[in-house]
């Protein structure tokens, strides 16, 4: 478990840290980039300036976002970096933060494997895909409706929460308003694909003892494997010369330390995609970019951006692609995955069997985290349980769930196809059909034509860090 104080000191920090941010001016809001209704618009910080005719795919209205400030790492911090790459915590030997997370591909899987490898020796298949760690500096903590107190502390108890929630009407999610969706009595926030931790430090308790993934073992082991690590004489010198006396206490340091490492990195949060340069008028977007960006944000289409949020916030904080919020999008049941050989497994998300906190909430069964969709274009597979193999693939289930599921889900005995697979059948009504495009039933057209979804792929190819040609 992870002592409160340290879970706190990682908040305080990230506060400091907001509050340190040198104050970018916002010019203009995203709806007249778009050139979409003003419905779209953000009143608050809605258009001024008269656009000057820009060039053909530059942003009219150049923004100058807040982006986390750069600053050499702290000495925890450089710590933790070793700490993130060093195999010797974990049961095998073999295995690191940074074999799961790979630094060259945006901290996410480095193979096109639907799950990664761990345990003790090193061929205990995971159970979900591996996600990037880049963007989460700002995932708010855990909660059923709007993280009100921007705290880690649960003021009501989660089951209260959600039934509260359960009387609440939830908004339609539309990339027209998608702040509006905010506000619904929903899950939202936390981190693993079921929100199941509240902070960096808390969720690496996770993969390091987690006896698929690291299988440290135990603290002890941790701590024998940290006093003779060749940095321990910085653990020493940065944690007292106690913490090496306490397991527990030396463990927890050591994932502090990574933590902070995570969050003050700019590599975690680097902002230098082609997108952002294009936000920041430094960049043209090629006509097949552009015309996926609208796309992207046409509610009658792609409607995209009601979930994966792409415009700024209200205090001029760059777009992360997600609303922090939980979906059941009825992924279909990957067979690649090990444990899905039994046939009475499900991962069910938010309901189990990762948590157990919100099982009695059976509504949330089959929802997962909406991630970014910053560097999407870098992974080679997709959903929590990694059954998508290109974006090809996740496109088309977004546009022909409901028109072609034969294309997508297993038949049962009697050769009918089975709508909604991975998921049990008492569970199936969970999934969304009302918010575009997956609001499609059979006889409707398309929300997105095959040209289309080529360019709303060049516009997710946008979203990959590592853009130079602007100059940035
Ligand atoms: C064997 C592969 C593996 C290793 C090693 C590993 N992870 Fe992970 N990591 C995963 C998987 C799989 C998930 C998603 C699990 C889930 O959602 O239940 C994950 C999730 C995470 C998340 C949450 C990301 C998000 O978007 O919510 C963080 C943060 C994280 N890992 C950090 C670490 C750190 C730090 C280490 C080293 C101490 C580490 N991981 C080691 C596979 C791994
Ligand atoms: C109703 C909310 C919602 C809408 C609308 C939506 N998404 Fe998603 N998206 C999600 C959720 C939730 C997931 C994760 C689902 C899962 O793993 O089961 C996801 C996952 C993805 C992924 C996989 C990311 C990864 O790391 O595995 C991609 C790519 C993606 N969405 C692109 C899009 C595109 C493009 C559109 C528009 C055509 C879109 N999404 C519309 C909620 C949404």
């Not at 941790?222 to 690590?229: G, K, N, Y």
């Not at 902070?260 to 590599?267: A, H, K, L, T």
Request: hydrophobic fraction near 40%; glycine fraction near 8%; proline fraction near 9%.
């Amino acid at each position: 478990m992870t002592s409160p104080r340290r879970a706190r000191g990682v908040t305080d920090w990230q506060r400091a840290g907001a509050a340190g941010w040198r104050a970018g001016a916002l010019l203009l809001a995203a709806a007249a980039i778009l050139g979409l209704t003003p419905r779209a618009a953000d009143p608050a910080v809605r258009g001024t300036a008269e656009a000057q005719r820009p060039a053909p795919g530059c942003n009219p209205h150049p923004l100058a976002l807040r982006e986390p400030a750069r600053q050499p790492l702290s000495a925890v911090a450089q710590l933790g970096a070793k700490l993130f790459h060093d195999a010797r915590l974990s049961g095998s030997g073999r295995l690191s933060c940074a074999s799961c997370h790979s630094p060259a591909h945006a901290y996410g899987p480095p193979n096109s494997g639907p799950v990664m490898l761990g345990g003790p020796r090193l061929d205990t298949p995971g159970v979900r895909a591996v996600p990037s760690l880049r963007y989460l500096y700002r995932q708010p903590a855990f909660s059923i409706g709007p993280d009100s107190a921007g705290d880690n502390d649960q003021v009501i108890p989660l089951a209260q929460q959600a039934a509260q929630a359960a009387a609440s009407v939830r908004v339609r999610k539309t990339a027209a308003a998608p702040q509006s969706a905010a506000a619904n009595l929903v899950p939202q926030g936390g981190l693993f694909w079921d929100g199941r931790a509240d902070t960096l430090q808390q969720q690496i308790n996770g993969p390091l003892y987690n006896p698929l993934e690291m299988a440290a073992g135990s603290p002890a082991r941790v701590l024998d494997r940290l006093r003779t690590a060749p940095y321990a004489s910085s653990f020493v010198r940065l944690f007292g010369r106690g913490v090496f006396e306490n397991p527990r206490l030396a463990a927890d340091e050591a994932l502090f330390a990574i933590a902070r490492y995570q969050i003050e990195s700019p590599d975690f949060h680097p902002f230098t995609s082609k997108f952002d340069a294009w936000l920041a008028g430094k960049a043209r977007f090629t006509a097949a970019q552009l015309r996926g960006y609208r796309l992207f944000n046409d509610p009658g289409a792609g409607n995209c951006a009601a979930c994966h949020l792409d415009t700024p916030t209200r205090d001029g904080l760059p777009p992360l692609f997600t609303d922090f919020q939980y979906e059941a999008l009825g992924a279909p049941r990957n067979p690649a995955l090990a444990v899905n050989r039994d046939p009475r497994y499900y991962d069910l998300g938010l309901c189990g069997p990762y948590r157990s906190d919100l099982s009695r909430q059976t509504q949330y069964c089959g929802m997962f985290l909406t991630p970014s969709l910053r560097n999407v274009a870098t992974r080679h597979v997709f959903f929590h349980n990694g059954v998508f193999r290109s974006l090809e693939q996740v496109l088309d289930f977004y546009v022909n769930r409901d028109l072609h599921p034969a294309r997508f889900y297993s038949r049962d005995a009697s050769g009918r196809v089975v709508r909604y697979d991975d998921l049990p059948p008492r569970y199936r009504g969970n999934v969304d059909r009302v918010d575009a495009p997956l609001n499609r039933r059979p006889g409707d057209p398309p929300a997105l034509t095959r040209a289309q979804i080529r360019d709303v792929i060049a516009f997710l190819e946008t979203l990959t860090d590592g853009y130079r040609a602007a100059g940035r």
